[in-house]
Structure formats: C-alpha cells, structure tokens
C-alpha cells in the first residue's frame, strides 16, 4: 500500500463527517472533532514533532486510536485461527498489532501532503450497522486517484472504523494472508515474536522511542 494515501485516511477522516452523519445522528459530532483535533494539532505542534517525531505516536493514540476497533480487526486479520489461541496470546496480539498499524501511520504521517479528496456515494446495509464510505485521492503530481474505502461499523455507540481498502486491496485482507503463513509455519508465539521484532525495527529506523 502507498503509504502517503493510507496515511490520508487519518487526516481526512474530518470529510467523512457528512457521509456518516446521515447514517447515525451523533455520528458527525464524533468524526468533526476527532478528524478537526488530529488537523489542528499537527499544524499546532508542526515544529515540536520536527523536532521530536515520536509525539506522532502519542497524538495518534490520543486522537485517532479511540475511533478504530483494534478487537474486532485482530479478530478478523486472525480468521479462524483466533479461536484457536488463549486468551493471553489473544491480547498479545492485539496489542502488537495495534502498535504495528500506529506506528507505521505514525511513520508515513511524517511524509503526508496535502491530497484532493472525491467523496463517492457511501454503502449502506439497512439490516445491520455496517457503512463503507468511499473517497478517491489523488496526492500532488498523480493523474490518477487511487480508491480508498473505510468500512465502519457502530461499537458502543460510536461509529469505528474496521477496515481500509486502498486502490481494491483490504487493510486486513493483506495482513490476514501473511500472518495465516506464518502461523501455520511456526504458531501464533512466532508471529508475535515478529511483530514484535517489527514494531521495535519501526523505531529504530527513525531513532524514535515511545
């Protein structure tokens, strides 16, 4: 995935505002202000973070963090290898996978620009709580926009975000493939070893600690 495009969904989660707003009332509030926050922090703080990069993470974890539901997508990038795993490895991994998905966006927010945003018509399921809003970016010097989908759904209330799509290809189906390899080569203590081993890599590439 293009890291400048999947980093967008981040930031411009403040136009998904009026797309949500017709599926649930409330819904444009909790956007509104998360996506405004995010934007007017990182104009805020654009010398702090220059200077000390590893704030990304914090305001992520602040700001954007609560919006996504990290259960739900391990869950889902897990398949039904989740059900075969404890409790603990079951927390484990969702843990280091939530930190692999911050800090990756954390690292590609470092290089996000200004991109022109198309909403299209969103997708609806009048029978469950599940929304797709559909945008298309196109990023500075491209021709051609790239499709980005955010498929979301109400958690207690709030409407969160479960997958990203980009260009056609799903945010946990990518994952999914990989991590099912690993866990039938090697088990699930493996793969947490290695996202593990990644995320601290993630750090070191920028000489950033938590």
Request: glycine share 6%.
């Given at each position: 995935m293009k890291a400048g495009v999947v980093i967008s969904a981040l930031t411009l989660m403040i136009n998904l505002a009026a797309a949500v707003s017709a599926a649930t009332p409330g819904a444009e509030d909790v956007v509104r202000s998360t996506s405004g926050q995010v934007i007017e922090r990182l104009a805020q703080e654009k010398q702090n973070l220059d200077a000390h990069p590893e704030r990304l993470y914090e305001l992520?974890?602040?700001?954007?963090?609560?919006?996504?539901?990290?259960?739900?997508?391990?869950r889902w990038v897990l398949g039904k290898a989740w059900n075969t795993i404890d409790a603990g490895s079951q927390e484990q991994f969702t843990v280091q996978f939530r930190t692999l998905l911050v800090r990756t966006y954390a690292k590609a927010l470092m290089?996000?620009?200004?991109?022109?945003?198309?909403?299209?018509?969103?997708?609806?399921?009048?029978?469950?709580?599940?929304?797709?809003?559909?945008?298309?970016?196109?990023?500075k010097g491209s021709a051609n926009p790239t499709p980005i989908n955010y498929r979301m759904h109400v958690s207690g209330g709030e409407w969160k975000v479960i997958d990203i799509s980009v260009d056609g290809?799903?945010?946990?189906?990518?994952?999914?493939?990989?991590?099912?390899?690993?866990?039938?080569?090697?088990?699930?203590?493996?793969?947490?070893?290695?996202?593990?081993?990644?995320?601290?890599?993630?750090l070191e590439v920028s000489g950033q600690s938590l």
């Amino acid at each position: 995935m293009k890291a400048g495009v999947v980093i967008s969904a981040l930031t411009l989660m403040i136009n998904l505002a009026a797309a949500v707003s017709a599926a649930t009332p409330g819904a444009e509030d909790v956007v509104r202000s998360t996506s405004g926050q995010v934007i007017e922090r990182l104009a805020q703080e654009k010398q702090n973070l220059d200077a000390h990069p590893e704030r990304l993470y914090e305001l992520i974890q602040e700001l954007v963090v609560p919006h996504f539901d990290f259960p739900i997508m391990s869950r889902w990038v897990l398949g039904k290898a989740w059900n075969t795993i404890d409790a603990g490895s079951q927390e484990q991994f969702t843990v280091q996978f939530r930190t692999l998905l911050v800090r990756t966006y954390a690292k590609a927010l470092m290089e996000y620009s200004d991109e022109k945003v198309e909403f299209l018509p969103m997708e609806s399921d009048p029978n469950s709580n599940l929304v797709v809003i559909k945008t298309q970016v196109t990023g500075k010097g491209s021709a051609n926009p790239t499709p980005i989908n955010y498929r979301m759904h109400v958690s207690g209330g709030e409407w969160k975000v479960i997958d990203i799509s980009v260009d056609g290809v799903s945010l946990i189906g990518t994952y999914r493939g990989s991590f099912a390899a690993e866990i039938r080569k090697s088990g699930i203590d493996s793969l947490i070893q290695k996202l593990t081993e990644r995320n601290e890599r993630l750090l070191e590439v920028s000489g950033q600690s938590l």
